[in-house]
């Protein structure tokens, strides 16, 4: 019964900002890590930033760092994402997921979504 639900699909040209946004209903929005996952064809499933609390540090994938924005309303159980400065290898399906799980990978972390996905929103990076 957990709905799921992207929105920001677009074109964009590099170095022009983009906010993908997700609305979940169904659960206890702030009860959960929620987080922004993304695949370009051919590739995996890569996890770009999650964030728990609407206060908290948030996670991002290193190559995100310094560009992209993850940000929570609770009260509109709203997830954004705010991407600035993109850059063609940004493109790919960008998918909300409401659940993720953190682990230690050498001096960094990475992420796996372990909740309800979206159905994913299509970003295009090209000049």
């Known amino acids: 019964q957990v709905q799921v639900a992207e929105s920001g699909e677009t074109s964009v040209q590099p170095g022009e900002s983009l906010r993908l946004s997700c609305r979940i209903t169904?659960?206890?929005?702030?009860?959960?890590?929620v987080g922004w996952f993304r695949q370009a064809p051919g590739k995996g499933r890569e996890g770009v930033a999650s964030i728990y609390t609407a206060s908290g540090s948030p996670y991002y994938v290193e190559s995100v760092r310094g560009r992209f924005t993850i940000s929570r309303d609770n009260a509109k159980n709203t997830l954004h994402l705010q991407m600035n400065d993109l850059k063609v290898e940004d493109s790919g399906m960008y998918y909300c997921v409401t659940d993720c799980t953190f682990r230690k990978r050498g001096r960094d972390w990475e992420i796996a979504g372990t909740g309800v996905w979206g159905q994913g929103t299509h970003v295009t990076v090209s000049s």
């Open positions: 169904g659960l206890t929005f702030d009860d959960y890590a």
